[in-house]
């Protein structure tokens, strides 16, 4: 009787500590991220062609499981360009919704509605207009402005107010999703069941005594 009593003490103490190291687990790891990479599929034309060299960002697993990337949520934007000093990243909306649409299950950019489309944009802060990198994320309109109904991202590049692309330019974003490991119980999920297992095991045990008592 004495020794489930201590037990019961002692399981009580690991659930708390299970519970506060819970509770600290999960305030550092981070939520799991999707990466977008860029790819270049034409340069275009003209007399300054060229193409980024590195082009990547991150958004939320929630935000693709959910299919709707806020532009708020893009986050570690990565642009290079030949020729550029890019030191300064911010994203653009390209419409009303201020937001992307993508597939749930592939994290691909889908067309949704007129209003769609984003851009992520690297820019020297010593010269922010005029020397820039541009590339748009889940674009719905054509090179020459005009709507479409499917997406058809492209980029664009100035060197201190000079072209430094060509026309018309094309690629497309893949989404590479984190690998998620399955779920492991927490501490104060075992301390629990031992608790559970110890207070049955101590019913178990005054009963038995009662009846013994009985007799």
Not at 55 to 76: E, K, R
Not at 178 to 188: C, D, K, L, M
């Amino acid at each position: 009787m004495v020794v489930l009593k201590k037990l019961l003490i002692a399981l009580t103490g690991l659930s708390a500590l299970g519970v506060a190291g819970s509770l600290c687990s999960s305030a550092a790891h981070a939520d799991p991220m999707v990466t977008y990479n860029w790819t270049t599929t034409s340069q275009g034309f003209g007399f300054n062609l060229g193409q980024p060299s590195t082009a990547s960002f991150q958004v939320p697993l929630v935000d693709v499981q959910s299919g709707v990337i806020q532009q708020s949520d893009i986050t570690n934007i990565q642009l290079a360009y030949p020729g550029l000093s890019l030191d300064t990243f911010v994203v653009s909306s390209g419409g009303l919704d201020a937001a992307a649409f993508v597939n749930p299950l592939t994290g691909a950019l889908i067309y949704h509605d007129p209003d769609q489309g984003l851009a992520v944009i690297g820019q020297d802060s010593n010269n922010p207009f005029l020397t820039f990198l541009s590339i748009t994320v889940d674009n719905r309109f054509g090179p020459f402005g005009n709507p479409l109904n499917s997406v058809a991202d492209q980029f664009n590049a100035l060197n201190n107010g000079n072209p430094d692309a060509g026309f018309p330019t094309a690629g497309f974003w893949t989404a590479t999703l984190p690998s998620v490991a399955p779920a492991v119980p927490e501490p104060s999920t075992w301390a629990m069941l031992l608790i559970g297992f110890a207070g049955l095991g101590l019913a178990g045990y005054k009963q038995a005594r009662r009846r013994a008592i009985t007799v």
